[in-house]
């Protein structure tokens, strides 16, 4: 399945070394530094993900303290392809306190306000497109990411990830890399007799090869799936990894936009005290979604970030909560486990001033 990929990599590999290039990519930029990485000098970050930014937006971000912002690719939002990304980033770029861009990707999910969705497909058509949401996210789609059709969105010549690296950004923040055990994923791989993990490995290499081709400090954050950490491969990869929900989530489509806390031990899932103990609107999100993350505990992702934190991989963290006292318990509870934090809404679609 990665027969195309590997060959439109290889392609991008010889322009580059022939010194031809896309427009507006720097082919000839220096390798990163091993010793001063970009991400070990960030010490707050933003994660916005509104595919309407407009300028007041725009200019809080400009004139923020935020070392490193991640924003939705917007040209990529079927009715705003007209959006000037490359100037929006290119500002951050030369802000008074330049920032790292990070694009956001759905790894693992087709999204159908993308530019990339033909009206006529389903689930099951094409075949690829395998459910809908498990979360409830409206217009999301977990699909079988190792079909070279839908590889072929993101790696064409033409593709997406061109499209963002042309567009100034410095990297990309990888979603739904967990989409490997996603329960209807699992079934379709098993029924292809393909390993879904290893399927993942190797996409997250191809995008990060693909993105290397065009600039050598191309940065791939992976969000979720810290248990992939344990692959050495992985490790050599990525250049960090998020994790959201260690403390505290939302639900989907911002209902309820935050303050849901998890069980703090695995004696605690889904245990009656712990149901109790959630107001009703997170009841309700515990209810409704059993396989959420208010079925899993703080504990259990702790245990998956340390292995990362083992092998000196950076570690960002994303919690959804409004209550001030929440927000301060999780910034300092996190800063203190060596981590790097970041709280906002559940739709993350809102400026946050950084936390001191």
């Not at 993308?114 to 058509?125: C, F, H, K, L, V």
Request: charged fraction near 25%.
């Amino acid at each position: 399945m990665r027969r195309l990929f590997l060959l439109t990599i290889s392609i991008l590999l010889l322009l580059v070394a022939c010194g031809i290039s896309p427009a507006n990519i720097n082919a000839a930029e220096p390798a990163q530094d091993p010793e001063n990485k970009p991400l070990d000098n960030i010490s707050h970050w933003l994660y916005l993900i509104d595919v309407n930014l407009d300028e007041d937006t725009i200019a809080q971000i400009e004139e923020s303290s935020y070392d490193m912002v991640v924003l939705d690719f917007i040209p990529s939002e079927a009715y705003n392809t007209d959006f000037p990304m490359a100037e929006v980033v290119e500002r951050f770029h030369t802000a008074a306190h330049p920032k790292l861009v990070i694009a956001y990707v759905d790894t693992g999910q087709a999204e159908d306000y993308r530019s990339y969705w033909d009206e006529d497909w389903q689930i099951g058509d094409p075949v690829w497109i395998i459910s809908g949401d498990p979360d409830g996210w409206e217009g999301n789609y977990p699909v079988a990411y190792w079909y070279d059709e839908y590889r072929e969105i993101w790696l064409g010549l033409e593709g997406m990830l061109q499209q963002i690296v042309e567009a100034g950004f410095d990297g990309v923040y990888l979603d739904w890399v967990e989409a490997y055990s996603d329960e209807n994923v699992l079934a379709f791989a098993e029924a292809e007799n393909v390993d879904p993990v290893q399927e993942m490995i190797w996409w997250v290499a191809d995008i990060g090869e693909f993105g290397r081709a065009l600039n050598p400090n191309f940065i791939v954050i992976a969000q979720n799936a810290a248990e992939l950490a344990e692959f050495d491969e992985y490790v050599e990869i990525i250049d960090a990894i998020a994790q959201e929900q260690v403390w505290f989530d939302g639900g989907a489509d911002n209902d309820p936009p935050g303050d849901c806390p998890l069980p703090q031990t695995v004696d605690d899932v889904d245990t009656s005290a712990y149901r109790e103990s959630l107001s009703t609107a997170c009841q309700k999100q515990f209810d409704e979604f059993p396989d959420s993350t208010l079925h899993m505990s703080s504990e259990e992702y702790l245990e998956y970030l340390s292995v990362a934190q083992e092998k000196e991989i950076p570690i960002f963290t994303v919690d959804y909560a409004l209550e001030e006292e929440n927000i301060a318990w999780i910034y300092e509870t996190s800063r203190a486990l060596g981590f790097i934090p970041f709280v906002s809404n559940r739709g993350l679609d809102q400026f946050v001033e950084p936390w001191p």
